[in-house]
Nanobody, 114 residues
């Protein structure tokens, strides 16, 4: 059974930075496309960034140029570097394969104040 554990969230002011981590256990995920997703109150969960097993990346327009997704296959860990944060980035952030194959983790809360 795959377990995904997100961490690194917090409360920052607009313009600040955070680095999220997603540690996977139970299966090696190096062959999967992995993604970071977020869900704000009242909104549907959305994909914000994805990375292939070979390191090719793709971003939602709303985060392009500010967020960077990366992975360390040896550690079975996914990262999201978030810079120039905006209040509209406030959400719970989750990781999973893309498309989603496994149960969602608990997520990590990111709160950006103006």
């Amino acid at each position: 059974q795959v377990q995904l554990v997100e961490s690194g969230g917090g409360s920052v002011q607009a313009g600040g930075s955070l680095r999220l981590s997603c540690a996977a256990s139970g299966r090696t995920l190096s062959a999967y496309v992995m993604g970071w997703f977020r869900q704000a109150p009242g909104n549907q969960r959305e994909l914000v960034a994805a990375i292939t097993s070979g390191g090719r990346t793709n971003y939602a327009d709303s985060v392009k140029g500010r967020f960077t997704i990366s992975r360390d296959n040896a550690k079975n860990t996914l990262y999201l570097q978030m810079n120039s944060l905006k209040p509209e980035d406030t959400a719970v952030y989750y990781c999973n394969t893309h498309p989603r194959f496994f149960d969602w983790g608990q997520g990590t809360q990111v709160t950006v104040s103006s």
